[in-house]
């Protein structure tokens, strides 16, 4: 039970500040709201009413924010990888260039595809 008070203690450090956080911008945030303050932010593009039929809207933000998405968590599994190297010895190595490959061929794709340009 004694190596779970840290966790337990920072979990309630977490809480105490979220809970205080947000107690404290509800008193001493503005409360004054103008038309600007009440829309929906939209990344500096104005919002325009869609047709009625639904219709055509870019993707290219949300695809390259998947993009983002997966090369991140490739990140996140050689950072583990990277710490044990030498007790993971060669299946751990093999594991790790099978994985390093399937990320390639995606980034391939990608690239050729011109997911990669910044039109």
Not at 20 to 45: D, T, W
């Amino acid at each position: 039970m004694n190596a779970f008070v840290p966790i337990l203690v920072l979990g309630a450090i977490a809480v105490a500040f979220a809970v205080f956080s947000v107690v404290v911008a509800s008193i001493a945030g503005p409360r004054r709201y103008n038309r600007a303050k009440l829309e929906a932010y939209e990344c500096g593009i104005d919002p325009t009413p869609q047709p009625t039929g639904g219709g055509r809207f870019p993707v290219k933000y949300y695809l390259t924010a998947m993009l983002f998405i997966v090369f991140d968590i490739e990140i996140v599994f050689l950072y583990p990888w990277a710490i044990h190297f030498d007790a993971l010895g060669v299946f751990g190595f093999a594991a790790m260039a099978l994985f390093m490959f399937n990320v390639f061929v995606a980034y391939a794709y990608e690239w050729r595809r011109g997911g990669l340009t910044w039109d």
